[in-house]
């Protein structure tokens, strides 16, 4: 059942997170990363404790798998302020893919740190999604809205790629002993808290406006629901390298919105980039790593 659960429950994480990623680029379009991330945490958090009231139930949990999940969650909203903030700042179509790929991260640092071997089919997967990446940063696509500032962007992108990897990776050492709805629930308080306290602090609006209401609904619980899919689908499989690599996809997912919605073009080269990416993934969730 691993590797077939793996398989499933990445690509429910890839579809979920990969339409949030698309109403959340439309989102901060409108009202910028910050509050965008706050509307992540505002109507995913109470999605999430319920999910893990009714699935979970209430329970003492062990208190270094507890602390674990607490850090990782400052992690989590690392990676989505810097992704956030790339959608602001630059392409969907090309920033959704350079993100897409921190299931290598994840590889590698499961080589390094849980001593797993890698063979020569995993090494040159690595070194076509970084290739992929390179090759995706290197021009600007056409088409849609113009974007504020492409280069800042990719960086954003990149540092949110290196978040990324660190936080699915930590999650095979809590979830399990953490029930995997009370994990994305902590994750999302966690984000209520620190994201809340600034955003609280400033003025203006707290509460999306009408005209972006229906989408600043939408994303968090399809991006909650994601969360929860992965960490189910860690603790059926056990088999993080698949699990992490299918979910990876989500990026495909958003390279599609932001191509027939937005009407965004890549160029030759960058769609050659996403390609390399998206099939190293894909070919990682079919063979071993």
């Known amino acids: 059942m691993g590797v077939g659960a793996a398989v499933g429950y990445g690509l429910a994480t890839a579809a979920g997170a990969g339409s949030a990623d698309f109403l959340a680029k439309t989102t901060t379009?409108?009202?910028?990363?910050?509050?965008?991330?706050?509307?992540?945490?505002?109507?995913?958090?109470?999605?999430?404790?319920?999910?893990?009231?009714?699935?979970d139930g209430l329970r003492p949990l062990p208190v270094v798998p507890l602390l674990g999940v607490l850090a990782l969650a400052l992690l989590s909203v690392g990676g989505l302020l810097f992704l956030y903030r790339a959608f602001e700042l630059g392409r969907l179509s090309v920033v959704a893919p350079l993100t897409s790929g921190y299931p290598v991260l994840s590889v590698v640092l499961s080589v390094f740190v849980l001593g797993e071997s890698l063979?020569?089919?995993?090494?040159?997967?690595?070194?076509?999604?970084?290739?992929?990446?390179?090759?995706?940063?290197?021009?600007?696509?056409?088409?849609?809205?113009?974007?504020?500032?492409?280069?800042?962007?990719?960086?954003?992108?990149?540092?949110?790629?290196?978040?990324?990897?660190?936080?699915?990776?930590?999650?095979?050492?809590?979830?399990?002993?953490?029930p995997p709805a009370t994990g994305a629930a902590?994750?999302?308080?966690?984000?209520?808290?620190?994201?809340?306290?600034?955003?609280?602090?400033?003025?203006?609006?707290?509460?999306?406006?009408?005209?972006?209401?229906?989408?600043?609904?939408?994303?968090?619980?399809?991006?909650?629901?994601?969360?929860?899919?992965?960490?189910?689908?860690?603790?059926?499989s056990r088999s993080l390298?698949?699990?992490?690599?299918?979910?990876?996809?989500?990026?495909?997912?958003?390279?599609?919105?932001a191509v027939a919605v937005l009407h965004e073009r890549p160029s030759a080269v960058q769609w050659g980039g996403a390609l390399l990416i998206f099939a190293r993934i894909a070919a990682l969730s079919l063979g071993p790593a």
Request: hydrophobic share 60%.
């Open 119 to 178: 063979s020569l089919l995993a090494l040159a997967g690595i070194v076509a999604v970084l290739s992929g990446v390179l090759l995706i940063a290197r021009r600007s696509a056409q088409g849609g809205r113009a974007p504020k500032d492409p280069r800042a962007g990719i960086i954003a992108a990149a540092i949110a790629f290196v978040l990324f990897g660190f936080y699915y990776f930590g999650l095979a050492f809590v979830i399990g002993p953490v």
């Open 29 to 55: 379009d409108r009202v910028g990363f910050l509050k965008t991330l706050w509307y992540l945490e505002l109507f995913g958090a109470p999605v999430l404790i319920a999910l893990a009231l009714w699935s």
């Open 241 to 257: 390298a698949v699990l992490v690599t299918v979910s990876g996809l989500y990026g495909a997912v958003t390279l599609g919105w």
């Open 186 to 236: 902590l994750t999302r308080l966690v984000g209520l808290a620190t994201v809340g306290g600034v955003v609280l602090s400033r003025a203006g609006p707290r509460l999306p406006p009408r005209s972006v209401l229906p989408r600043a609904v939408a994303f968090p619980v399809l991006d909650s629901l994601s969360l929860v899919a992965f960490n189910v689908g860690w603790v059926v």
